[in-house]
């Protein structure tokens, strides 16, 4: 039936395919946090077509990967679990397959990341990654979790990556009963946190006096 559906979908017709992946995320983010779940289901379906690898090579759609299309996985069968829907966690589970990540898009990450075009391309990549390993981290897959996290940290820039980077280290300390390093994870998010509001302080002060 779903694939039935989806071939009715002409990807030729999407013009901007982030743009559509993006507002679905913030779609489906949004029905699930304000209790409309099951709503969410078309909405990820959708998402979850657009980013197919397969999709890629048919109608050239920029938004479509392995990262993307497995992250979308990953909340189909969160949604599922959230829901008590056994069948539907049996069957995401059993779409997941390998949880590494994909070799060819971290080698055209390294080519992106030298080049300025390509920049925006693998800042969306490492932030599918890091989002990846949080998920991963509630479901006690460590193993692959770490690969994501060292991905992430690889290819990550920015405060707030790098905040959010500690939090999900922390957290993974925290799975795998390493309680000493998830203080100390924690203790350097703190830090960091705290850096950041002291320079936020300092910029005001600098502007107020102007």
């Known amino acids: 039936m779903k694939d039935q559906l989806m071939r009715q979908i002409n990807p030729l017709t999407i013009t901007r395919p ?20 099951q709503l969410a289901f078309p909405v990820l379906l959708l998402q ?33 679990c959230y829901l008590n829907l056994e069948n539907g966690i049996a069957h995401h589970q059993g779409f997941l397959g390998n949880l590494g990540p994909n070799e060819d898009e971290i ?10 075009s390509g920049r925006k391309v693998c800042s969306r990549l490492t932030t599918s990654w890091l989002e990846i390993a949080e998920r991963l981290i509630q479901l006690s897959q460590g193993t692959s979790a770490r690969q994501y996290l060292e991905l992430a940290e690889r290819f990550g820039t920015g405060q707030l990556h ?4 500690l939090f999900a280290k922390a957290k993974l300390a925290l799975v795998e009963g390493q309680y000493g390093l998830s203080r100390n994870f924690l203790a350097e998010l703190s830090v960091s946190s705290t850096r950041v509001k002291l320079c936020e302080v300092v910029l005001v002060l600098i502007v107020v006096k102007a």
């Open 162 to 165: 790098q905040r959010r980077l």
């Open 18 to 37: 982030h743009v559509t992946v993006d507002a679905l995320v913030q779609l489906s983010t949004y029905l699930t946090e304000t209790g409309y779940s």
């Open 48 to 80: 979850e077509y657009l980013t197919r690898p397969c999709i890629l090579s048919q109608a050239n759609l920029s938004c479509a990967s392995s990262t993307s299309n497995l992250l979308v996985r990953l909340k189909l069968m969160e949604l599922c």
């Open 107 to 116: 080698a055209k990450a390294l080519i992106d990341e030298a080049s300025q």
